[in-house]
T-cell receptor, first 113, second 113 residues
């Protein structure tokens, strides 16, 4: 029973274009959402987060959008760069104000020069 | 800034042997997390500590797994006896408190033959 789903295992975009990564979750009680980026043989690196009281958070080229009614969040990368090629994980804080993070399965992004 | 440090980076051992994975969290971080990543189940939380006290160990797969945090700068995850199905990448992460973004180490790739 996957509580966090990233339905696209992979995504390929051209350098300079927009990358959109999607994530769906099942529990409306989740209140804090994060995106991590992971390169091979390294640990995940925190990228950006959003609280459920907001619907958008922006940090440079990265923007996260939250649609609570649809239980959906997305990460936009504009413009995409070859160095952005990595696996992107969506994560949510479990309900009950615990530290537990629940991760999606990840989406592999390839940005072509 | 020193990040989360894990050792060893790679471990290959035979079934039935004891395995000990080590983690040094970022100085000043009060929460420490152990994750396991497999192809089948993705990234899943095994256990987390807050102020050196285990808070949630519901992800620990069975009694063969144990984790300790004797002080704020060191934690171990032990598997005894190890089995081939324990083969995975094990990550340690730390954060200032349970609700802050977690910072991951580069993981230990464990292979049980």
């Amino acid at each position: 029973d996957q509580q966090v789903k990233q339905n696209s295992p992979s995504l390929s975009v051209q350098e300079g274009r927009i990358s959109i990564l999607n994530c769906d979750y099942t529990n409306s009680m989740f209140d804090y959402f994060l995106w991590y980026k992971k390169y091979p043989a390294e640990g995940p690196t925190f990228l950006i987060s959003i609280s459920s009281i907001k619907d958008k958070n922006e940090d440079g080229r990265f923007t996260v959008f939250l649609n609570k009614s649809a239980k959906h969040l997305s990460l936009h990368i504009v413009p995409s760069q070859p160095g952005d090629s990595a696996v992107y994980f969506c994560a949510v804080h479990g309900s009950g104000n615990t530290g537990k993070l629940i991760f999606g399965q990840g989406t592999t992004l390839q940005v072509k020069p | 800034d020193a990040g989360v440090i894990q050792s060893p980076r790679h471990e290959v051992t035979e079934m039935g042997q004891e395995v000990t994975l080590r983690c040094k969290p970022i100085s000043g971080h009060n929460s420490l997390f152990w994750y396991r990543q497999t192809m089948m189940r993705g990234l899943e939380l095994l256990i987390y500590f807050n102020n050196n006290v285990p808070i949630d160990d519901s992800g620990m797969p069975e009694d063969r797994f144990s984790a300790k945090m004797p002080n704020a700068s060191f934690s171990t995850l032990k598997i005894q006896p190890s089995e081939p199905r324990d083969s995975a990448v094990y990550f340690c992460a730390s954060s200032l408190n349970p609700n802050q973004p977690q910072h991951f180490g580069d993981g230990t790739r464990l292979s049980i033959l």
